[in-house]
């Protein structure tokens, strides 16, 4: 049957990419949307790390994450001063190419984006779209089509561009393109079914975040926050398990752990009851202030693998301005807890902002200490400046580069709120990092860990 609508999730350009349980969640709800009025949905991934015509199968590692395919590309000029190189992750374009042809005309094709500066990818997507089906409509959604609309109408040549949570507005630009097939969708899910496998399957059960944190995009994204009846999100982990075998699932909320007792306490005790053994991922950070003896108990029985925090810094001056949403001594507390209930310190990461505006890598490495200290692992995440958020206006001040001129330089790894970068320093931070995460693992006991903190 011909398709009625190409979904493209399409190439990462970056200095690094890792598939930790990556997939473009967005893009295949609308799939399933569609697919629930009848349309003929197909998927077309330039980043699958399962496509048969991959030159060399990338490496996977542990609960469905690995490698990309990768290619080097040359590096942007304006990064010359960034000692790393540039690559293009996903297929080559070869390969791209002969799955639009395969996949046949559609009448629409649904394009998604992510990352602000990962516009390359989607620029060069909807070209080979336009270039291989010239007369088909291409309509552009994402992060980066919200965040930064104006741009994405210039540069990226779709015939529509949609910004802000997928409306209406994008129902009934379809069905005034093109009348649905009258395929039967073969299930209500987002289409993690038109992949070429399921590694895993991605999870939002809840929209937005009742917090306001200033290097954050969430209120720009999603601006009311909004939770999913807990039953329909237990049956839907209950239908890829039992359906098509899988055992991982990584949580994308914002705020996952949010009014806990009637949320995601009913959806775990569901999966308890019907007895299902399962793996469970946070890589977007939950709240440390949520976790109490019985949460943690919770998500130690349910199968929760892999945790991340936000605690952003142990900096008093900075959390004073930089995060309202956990307070420093949330941490002890909420690792005491989860160590009780059975966690490991390797489980347990804590994220911890660096690269921001006026800040030095001592910082870094005392809150890295800190949370070392109190028996979790650092996790060194670099700030990403993102438009229309309270911190920008400091990034614009700060940064070595126009900011305003070009998402390129919303790039984390390039550090753009450094004004001189000294990469040495920032390899050395990183080592010092690493290796307290492997004294975590190392020294990891239930009782908890003996690190002297250093003081601030
Ligand atoms: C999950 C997530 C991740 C995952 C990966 C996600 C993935 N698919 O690859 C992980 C945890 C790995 C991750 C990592 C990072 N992330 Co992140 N992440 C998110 C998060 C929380 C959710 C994205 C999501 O899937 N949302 C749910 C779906 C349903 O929403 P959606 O995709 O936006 O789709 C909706 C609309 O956009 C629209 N839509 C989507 N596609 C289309 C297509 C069409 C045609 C239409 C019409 C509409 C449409 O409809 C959908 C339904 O409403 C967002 C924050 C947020 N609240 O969105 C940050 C966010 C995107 N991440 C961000 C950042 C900073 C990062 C990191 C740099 C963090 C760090 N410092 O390490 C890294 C970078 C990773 C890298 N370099 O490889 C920033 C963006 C930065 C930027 N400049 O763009 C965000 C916005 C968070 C923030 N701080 O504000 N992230
Ligand atoms: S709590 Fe997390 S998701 Fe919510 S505003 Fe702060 S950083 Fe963003």
Known sequence: MAVDVLLINPWIYDFAAYDLWARPLGLFQIGAKLRQVGYQVALLDALDPFHPELPKPPRRKSFGTGHYFRQPVPKPVFFSDVPRRFARYGMPAEVFKQELKRLGPPKVILVTSLMTYWYPGVVEAVRLAKEIYPEVPVLLGGVYATLCPEHARTMVGADLVFSGPEDKSLFKAVQDLVKPSGAKAPHPYPVFDLQ????????????GCPFGCPYCASKLLQPTFRQRDPEEVASEIEFWHKSYGVIDFAFYDDALLLNFDHHLGVILDKILSKGLKLRFHTPNALHLRFITPEVAHLLYQAGFETLRFGLETADP?????LDHKVSVEDLPRAMAYLREAGFRGEQLGVYLLWGLPDQDFEEVKASARYVAYHGASPYLAEYSPIPKTELYQEALRVSRYPLDEDPLFHNNSCFPC?????????????????????????RSTPRGFHLKPRPF
């Open 317 to 321: 001056k900075r959390r004073a301005k």
């Open 196 to 207: 070429t496998h399921i590694p895993y399957v991605v999870i939002a059960t809840s929209y």
């Open 418 to 442: 450094l004004s001189k970068p000294d990469w040495e320093a920032i390899e050395e931070t990183k080592r010092y990092v690493r290796a307290l995460r492997a004294e975590v693992k190392a």
